[in-house]
């Protein structure tokens, strides 16, 4: 199986922190080794950086774990190839556009018997059951709201729709994101936190490294983090119940309907790292 | 105006030396500094590097000069912003997905009044001419040959009609390439050398840095590196004639009619640079 990892927030901040535990996992605290990738939303942007080697030995994943990128959303994920060779374009996560937005896939899992009907859109460049499982969706999407995006329930309920569908053919958990959302599906294993003041000193479960958040945020900022297994050892994260897609924007899920803090603008710029 | 710098091969080869003069050209010897980007193809798999800052100071520059990527084909692209903000959405190259492959487009120049019939399929995502020229391009191609790639020729035909096209809104150097060939198009400046057996001691233009190619390669490898002005400063660089687009495959322009040299497998596995 994989490692996921996933950010969505209120204000851009960048990943370095929780990075440096999860690329730990690709190699070093665990044994997935068969590539990495991470992708950053800015704006309408999107960048991906991926290395279809161990993250926790890849100079690009020292230099994302160094160089702090800012985002509003970002995805990243850890291989350890069942379907698929270890191959660059088997390197998750996979970038396609719709509706002049990129969209950004990574899986957590194994499909069998899954042979969706080929798009004549959305076509797969390499192997894994993870690409096609992306293409089918794109093309769902493309299919059912030709027009543009559909309101957010819209697209939520399309996207548990097939998540539903996909995911009886196996273990499936992803993460999507079109730069404005960030949705979080659980089939087995997928869990979150959402650091929010008062900001906690976290410690991270793969590498003897703390953080003070209070010193790096605005009393406004809001982060989830969403990965297969925690990343930190003294803060409390929260399991998505299997069979359940969250939708995190401006950084906590919609779907739990907890209240949401309009965030002020912040009066310092403070360095937002998570 | 921006600077182009792309590179095809008969075997992987890295892009290190090359990148090392091409990225000063963003801030240290030349004023482009409004972002800058590469992308590799790595069998049918492709990574693009993006930094929306000066390449000559960017930590992703220094990454990609550093760490050596075998690549048969490789597009990069220093902007100097003519349309569209300085934003990670303007930033060359693009990519996009066609026929189950990937391509990459970057672009020099300045289109005006160019306003193509929106695809319904390949929208952009930023606000460049060179981002609609590439959607446009795309769904032209998709919309010709449905069915999947044709043949080189007829692939060949279909662009430099398209590119004869655009390039009547004005100056119209790109790059593209599929993974398979490297296409270039001459509007008003694009030069290129190809490296082969015997080979030289180059220095570049830009940095007081030369390489002895005979070290680093074997007896049949072929390299051509093609650039909107030349990269070093002893060799004998060709003038594309503007309004030509030649299809580079195999570390040779097809279109000139150079007889090929097949390419044995080398005996040792030297470092290959290029």
Known sequence: ??????????????ICFSFAGFRARGGLTDHHRDGWGIAFFEGAGARVFLDPCASASSPVAELVRSYPIRSLNVIAHIRKA???EVRLENTHPFQRELWGRYWIFAHNGNLTDYHPA??????PVGGTDSERAFCHILDTLARRF????????ALHGALRELATLIGGHGEFN?????????FAHC???LCYVVR?????????ADEDVSVDFSEVTSPTDRVAIIVTTPLTDNETWRQIPPGTLLAFHD?????????????????????RCA
Do not use: W, Y
Request: net charge negative; charged share 20%; hydrophobic share 35%.
């Open 174 to 182: 992803f993460l999507l994101s079109d730069g404005e959302r960030l």
């Open 82 to 84: 069942t379907q698929g």
């Open 118 to 123: 080929p798009s004549d859109r959305f076509l």
């Open 187 to 189: 089939s087995s294993r």
């Open 251 to 271: 950084g906590e899920p919609e779907a739990l309907g907890e209240t949401a803090t309009i965030a002020a603008p912040a009066a310092a710029d403070p360095q």
């Open 146 to 153: 030709p027009d543009g995006p559909p309101p957010p329930a």
């Open 196 to 204: 929010k003041a008062p900001f906690p000193v976290a410690h991270l």
């Open 1 to 14: 199986m994989c490692q996921l990892l996933g950010m969505n927030c209120n204000v851009p901040t960048d």
